[in-house]
């Protein structure tokens, strides 16, 4: 199967993949690759951290699944560039599982969540994410920004004092005076440095660059400020195969179950979300379901080898395409640098001032938020421009997957209610005294209250002809609204004759006793499939 295994791919294209521009005979940028690697693995490991915390799990739990997700959406993912790991949206679902039955259980559930993502990848569903609708994904980019905005503003906290909250660590005690001012100085020069770094080279990404010298500065002048090591040691080995202690009981199955479901689908709707923006920056399409097999692979090895899961991370992405990330090498890199800095090199990444990483963060959600949806929210109708503060609000305030959910139903509704009101009819006689009515619009099941409206049955002629040439005929209740209509002209001693109707149509209507009208250029689409017998007047299937 060409969507879930490298071997697969043409053999230019997987060269292509982890070669930028396919320059390899000149290192072209393969350097910048490597850098936004490394910028990508530093801005992982707090991430990692606190998010484990928010699970109630070890630290290296955390840590190793952003390693081993990271590792194998880069090898086989769906698109090129994008950074998976541990993430908050994940966390927040996983926390009373193992405050109720342990460790072990979260680790046979991320296996499961694994096995249906795999499953949901082979039979290609998630090509449903073309569903979501573009003011959606407003509200999700701006609500997604926003949470990482609040996230940061716990790095503000006395390290050891926060506790864990939905969308992070809180309820800790904030720094005040010089230990603030220092902290918020230290933020201000990071992003400075990110924004001007561009202006004056491109050879090193500007977060790397932030990061360097702000931890540079702090380390050579010895600041007191919260650095990595503030918030766990991270130091470890390399992570082993364990497979969960669990009973093999169906009554383990019952409770992991339903987490496992809820967890592949939250991990799954940011993933593809998250591929589809990458995919607007970097100008590719398509991955989806390859995606899908990448996030459930990745859980599910991550499950062997105690990790707590993961899926896309919207922040680390964009710092990695920023930086100049457009291939897998950015990525495996970013997963090898993370191991790496467990194995030997803790020390010195625990060094690392929470401040650098924060102002990463901050301009990540500065690049994030979709600023012209203000302007576009003056211009689109008003329906959209709820979804997109509704889905923002739902996404700061629950989850991903509920905002994602909330938005595609009310923007269906709208659909489906601006639809209901475009239907209508041209009505007019014929020399032979017919009247016609040319139907205008869709006919499904919000419309047809509106389609039997439009008929005149007292009034009408003896001979009725219903024209569907500009109209289509949706749904079930579209046929019933039809078979209602037919009966009561019938019930008045009068004809009616229906033309450009479906094949399918012609046939789920053939016993109706209505004169059906063939036609050369009659439509070719699907209306329902095994209509079964309901009155005397429709029967048939097809």
């Keep these: 199967m060409t969507n879930n295994i490298l071997a697969g791919l043409p053999a230019r294209r997987v060269f292509a993949d982890f070669v930028p521009n396919s320059r390899v005979q000149d290192g072209g940028k393969l350097h910048v690759e490597l850098l936004a690697g490394l910028t990508v693995a530093l801005a992982l490991v707090p991430e990692a951290v606190a998010f484990a915390f928010v699970a109630g799990v070890h630290p290296l739990v955390g840590l190793y699944a952003a390693f081993i997700v990271g590792l194998i959406t880069a090898l086989i993912g769906g698109r090129p560039g994008m950074i998976s790991g541990a993430t908050g949206a994940l966390a927040v679902v996983m926390v009373s599982l193992v405050a109720t039955h342990g460790v072990e259980y979260l680790?046979?559930?991320?296996?499961?969540?694994?096995?249906?993502?795999?499953?949901?990848?082979?039979?290609?569903?998630?090509?449903?994410?073309?569903?979501?609708?573009?003011?959606?994904?407003?509200?999700?980019?701006?609500?997604?920004?926003?949470v990482i905005f609040l996230a940061q503003l716990t790095q503000f906290q006395v390290p050891g004092t926060a506790e864990v909250s939905g969308h992070g660590m809180s309820g800790g005690e904030w720094l005040s005076g010089l230990p603030l001012v220092l902290m918020l100085a230290l933020v201000a020069l990071t992003m400075a440095i990110i924004w001007v770094m561009p202006r004056v080279t491109k050879a090193v990404p500007a977060p790397l660059a932030g990061i360097a010298i702000v931890a540079l500065i702090v380390i050579a002048f010895g600041l007191d400020v919260p650095r990595v090591g503030d918030l766990a040691s991270i130091e470890g080995g390399l992570p082993a195969f364990h497979i969960p202690m669990v009973p093999l009981t169906w009554e383990t199955f019952e409770i992991i179950l339903p987490y496992a479901l809820i967890l592949a689908?939250?991990?799954?709707?940011?993933?593809?979300?998250?591929?589809?923006?990458?995919?607007?920056?970097?100008?590719?399409?398509?991955?989806?379901?390859?995606?899908?097999?990448?996030?459930g692979t990745a859980n599910t090895v991550t499950g062997f080898f105690g990790g707590?899961?993961?899926?896309?991370?919207?922040?680390?992405?964009?710092?990695?395409?920023?930086?100049?990330?457009?291939?897998?090498?950015?990525?495996?890199?970013?997963?090898?640098?993370?191991?790496?800095?467990?194995?030997?090199?803790?020390?010195?990444?625990?060094?690392?001032?929470?401040?650098?990483?924060?102002?990463?963060?901050?301009?990540?959600?500065?690049?994030?938020?979709?600023?012209?949806?203000?302007?576009?929210?003056?211009?689109?109708?008003?329906?959209?421009?709820?979804?997109?503060?509704?889905?923002?609000?739902?996404?700061?305030?629950?989850?991903?997957?509920?905002?994602?959910?909330?938005?595609?139903?009310?923007?269906?509704?709208?659909?489906?209610?601006?639809?209901?009101?475009?239907?209508?009819?041209?009505?007019?006689?014929?020399?032979?005294?017919?009247?016609?009515?040319?139907?205008?619009?869709?006919?499904?099941?919000?419309?047809?209250?509106?389609?039997?409206?439009?008929?005149?049955?007292a009034d009408d002629p003896s001979k009725v002809i219903v024209d569907?040439?500009?109209?289509?005929?949706?749904?079930?209740?579209?046929?019933?609204?039809?078979?209602?209509?037919?009966?009561?002209?019938?019930?008045?001693?009068?004809?009616?004759?229906?033309?450009?109707?479906?094949?399918?149509?012609?046939?789920?209507?053939?016993?109706?006793?209505?004169?059906?009208?063939?036609?050369?250029?009659?439509?070719?689409?699907?209306?329902?499939?095994?209509?079964?017998?309901?009155?005397?007047?429709?029967?048939?299937?097809?």
């Design 468 to 542: 569907f040439a500009e109209s289509r005929v949706v749904d079930q209740s579209a046929l019933s609204a039809i078979e209602a209509i037919a009966e009561k002209y019938q019930a008045a001693g009068k004809t009616i004759q229906l033309r450009h109707l479906s094949r399918d149509c012609h046939q789920l209507l053939a016993n109706s006793g209505q004169l059906i009208v063939d036609s050369e250029n009659d439509p070719d689409y699907q209306v329902a499939t095994d209509y079964s017998v309901r009155t005397g007047i429709l029967s048939g299937g097809h």
């Design 265 to 295: 689908a939250i991990g799954l709707i940011e993933s593809l979300l998250t591929l589809n923006l990458v995919g607007d920056i970097t100008g590719k399409r398509g991955g989806a379901s390859q995606e899908c097999i990448a996030q």
């Design 107 to 146: 680790f046979a559930t991320v296996v499961l969540m694994g096995l249906i993502q795999i499953a949901v990848g082979v039979l290609r569903w998630g090509k449903f994410i073309r569903l979501v609708p573009h003011p959606v994904m407003l509200g999700f980019v701006n609500g997604l920004a926003i």
């Design 308 to 457: 707590m899961g993961g899926c896309a991370m919207i922040g680390q992405s964009m710092i990695n395409v920023k930086s100049g990330g457009r291939t897998r090498l950015s990525g495996i890199s970013a997963a090898l640098f993370l191991l790496l800095f467990i194995l030997v090199a803790s020390p010195l990444i625990e060094q690392i001032p929470l401040a650098a990483l924060v102002g990463v963060m901050f301009m990540v959600v500065i690049g994030t938020f979709a600023w012209n949806s203000f302007r576009i929210m003056r211009r689109v109708p008003k329906s959209d421009a709820v979804v997109i503060v509704l889905v923002t609000v739902v996404t700061v305030a629950y989850d991903l997957a509920t905002a994602v959910v909330v938005g595609v139903i009310v923007s269906a509704l709208t659909y489906a209610w601006n639809n209901a009101t475009r239907i209508r009819a041209k009505r007019y006689d014929t020399p032979e005294g017919a009247r016609v009515y040319q139907v205008q619009g869709p006919l499904f099941f919000g419309s047809t209250e509106g389609f039997t409206e439009l008929f005149n049955i």
